[in-house]
């Protein structure tokens, strides 16, 4: 840039002419022709030539610095094309890049969302953290004594895309969290349901579905000992399941139905009699949203 700006100031001298008097032809300020003659800018693309018909100079001879003879202006301007085809192709490849990295970044932020809001099946520390997060938020006109910040998961049960857990606070609370499998990452899996809380020694049921198939799962912690079984009827048919250790986690897949019954619920004893069901069950809903 210092010898384009001493070589204007030359020619320009040599001409005769004042800063003000070149500025005033190229339809400039003075200023811009002493930034140019100080190095301090450079001339714009599009003013070149009108620049270089002024001071009696080929383009070439400018972007030089220097006056060239006969022999060196086709050599010069052959070299200042490549360079400028380099200098495009650089450009070029540096906005390839820049949308490459913008890209790369845009699909970072995108999958990270899904799978950090997700953790594996084995991580029952993050299990216990996204059931807290879920099941605590706040339901207007519905009050809990669970302590989310003590829950701990003591089951887990699976059944296809669906991973259901058992939780308890240690002070006789109990609840149940429904996780859904996170779509782009199938071993992972997020927050999507759930009772907030569950009456100690009553069995609890959380339904959905939809025409493809219902899902029913029946949950429960500290029940009465005297509790070996339980019922219930979906689409005409009866289940009876075993209770074990005074817990229950079951989940259901029925699948070509939308039926999501699941009554009446029956407690048995260890000899197939039914419990007082008033006692053992709260199949009311609870909202999880």
């Given at each position: ?88 192709w650089r450009m070029a490849w540096r906005g390839v890049l820049a949308a490459a990295l913008a890209i790369a970044l845009a ?183």
């Amino acid at each position: 840039m210092r010898a384009i700006g001493q070589l204007i100031a030359a020619r320009r001298k040599a001409l005769g002419l004042s800063q003000a008097e070149l500025a005033e032809r190229l339809h400039v300020t003075d200023k811009a022709v002493s930034r140019w003659e100080t190095g301090r800018g450079m001339p714009a693309v599009d003013s070149l030539e009108q620049l270089a018909e002024a001071l009696g100079l080929s383009v070439s001879e400018l972007l030089s610095g220097r006056v060239l003879t006969a022999e060196e202006l086709p050599k010069k301007a052959g070299e200042q094309i490549v360079e400028s085809l380099r200098r495009e192709w650089r450009m070029a490849w540096r906005g390839v890049l820049a949308a490459a990295l913008a890209i790369a970044l845009a699909c970072g932020v995108y999958f990270g969302y899904f799978y950090f809001r997700s953790v594996p099946e084995e991580d029952l520390v993050g299990l216990e953290q996204l059931a807290a997060d879920y099941l605590g938020k706040p339901r207007r006109g519905f009050t809990v004594d669970f302590q989310y910040e003590d829950l701990r998961i003591v089951e887990t049960e699976r059944r296809g895309d669906y991973l259901a857990a058992l939780c308890t606070d240690g002070a006789g609370h109990w609840a149940m969290c429904v996780y859904d499998r996170e779509e782009l990452f199938p071993d992972r899996w997020r927050s999507g349901g759930g009772k907030p809380q569950l009456s100690a020694g009553k069995l609890g049921s959380w339904n959905f579905g939809d025409p493809q198939e219902a899902v029913i799962i029946f949950c429960g912690g500290d029940l009465p000992a005297e509790a070996a079984y339980y019922t219930f009827q979906n689409s005409g048919v009866t289940y009876t399941c075993p209770i074990e250790e005074g817990r229950v986690l079951d989940v259901f897949l029925l699948p070509d139905t939308a039926d999501i019954s699941s009554y009446p619920e029956h407690l048995l004893d260890e000899n197939g009699d039914v419990l007082p069901m008033e006692r053992f069950s709260e199949s009311a809903a609870v909202p999880a949203d």
